[in-house]
């Protein structure tokens, strides 16, 4: 069993900083020019999707998929008006690139607006709060920002200054996980794409490394390997599983998941758990009335 669970180990940031530099390189092509600008080009990333700057990451993805359907290599057939304007295969696959661009643009800066708002709902919470405001107090920050004399700021600009110290220092100290993550260029598609062989070898070295120190030596696992065991069998994606809480992951440890029977266990306990709570929920229970009266199990007859 446990060389079914060989875990895809990350390349480390040496090797990543030095392969991320290879993108560069390719697109020195006659796309080379989506590096100019906003990442598209001389084009709006909007325009080239055909949606406006207010549109949703629903339209926004539905857009991305209508065009990249049609302009994919593989699959481009010219439609009606298409030679007239000169789009040929090879213009398609350029399209096709632009497109996908654009896309990856839109959503790499759409991940960085909600990370932000992530931040600015942190800076709310007393919790948070009060530990920056004790950090920034420690290291002389905001005395620098009530500075007087030549360098006497208004009361807004003060009050304003201050809360980006105080976010600035809760993105310092605290590590966000799960979909409000800070963004990271290698996370693009492209990134991964340029990316995959070098992590398809990471994850082959590791692999035979899991068999050969816990199926062939007998090793025991360690508290990296539990959890991985443990994320795997509950199903969770690793940024699922990383945005749990500590003492969460304690619990799981100290109930020894990682082990079949421990964890079977533990799931029917969770699901029993979820059944009780589902009972006492007045939302559930009208829910279940209605199935009994009035859900697609019964038919009724209406004479006009």
């Not at 409000?180 to 062989?197: G, H």
């Not at 964890?263 to 009208?286: H, I």
């Not at 859900?295 to 009724?300: D, H, I, K, Y």
Request: aromatic residues 12%; contains cysteine; glycine residues 6%.
């Amino acid at each position: 069993m446990a060389a079914q669970l060989a875990p895809r180990r990350v390349a480390g940031a040496a090797g990543r900083r030095w392969l991320a530099l290879l993108p560069l390189m390719l697109l020195a092509r006659p796309a080379g020019a989506l590096l100019e600008g906003l990442y598209c080009g001389t084009r709006d990333c909007y325009e080239v999707l055909g949606v406006s700057r207010t549109a949703s990451k629903a339209e926004i993805a539905r857009a991305y998929r209508q065009l990249a359907r049609r302009y994919h290599p593989d699959r481009y057939r010219p439609e009606p008006g298409d030679e007239g304007a000169g789009r040929t295969p090879q213009s398609a696959e350029e399209a096709f690139l632009l497109v996908a661009t654009a896309y990856e643009t839109l959503k790499f800066f759409s991940w960085w607006n909600s990370y932000n708002k992530a931040i600015s709902y942190l800076a709310t919470v007393p919790k948070y709060r009060i530990q920056a405001t004790e950090i920034a107090k420690q290291q002389g920050l905001l005395k620098k920002a009530k500075e007087k004399g030549r360098n006497k700021k208004s009361k807004e600009e003060i009050r304003d200054e201050e809360e980006n110290i105080i976010k600035n220092i809760i993105k310092s100290k605290i590590d966000i996980k799960g979909g409000y993550q800070k963004p990271q260029i290698r996370d693009l598609l492209l990134f991964q794409i340029i990316l995959a062989p070098f992590h398809l070898c990471s994850y082959i070295v590791w692999y035979c490394r899991w068999i050969y120190n816990f199926n062939i030596k007998g090793k025991e696992y360690g508290e990296e390997e539990r959890l991985y065991i443990i994320r795997k069998s509950m199903k969770m994606s690793k940024s699922q599983f990383d945005s749990l809480e500590d003492h969460q992951k304690e619990t799981f440890l100290k109930r020894e998941l990682w082990i079949k029977e421990n964890y079977e266990v533990y799931r029917q306990e969770q699901e029993e758990e979820l059944k009780k709570k589902l009972a006492n929920d007045p939302r559930w229970k009208r829910y279940r009335r209605w199935m009994k009266n009035e859900g697609p199990g019964r038919l009724t007859f209406v004479d006009d």
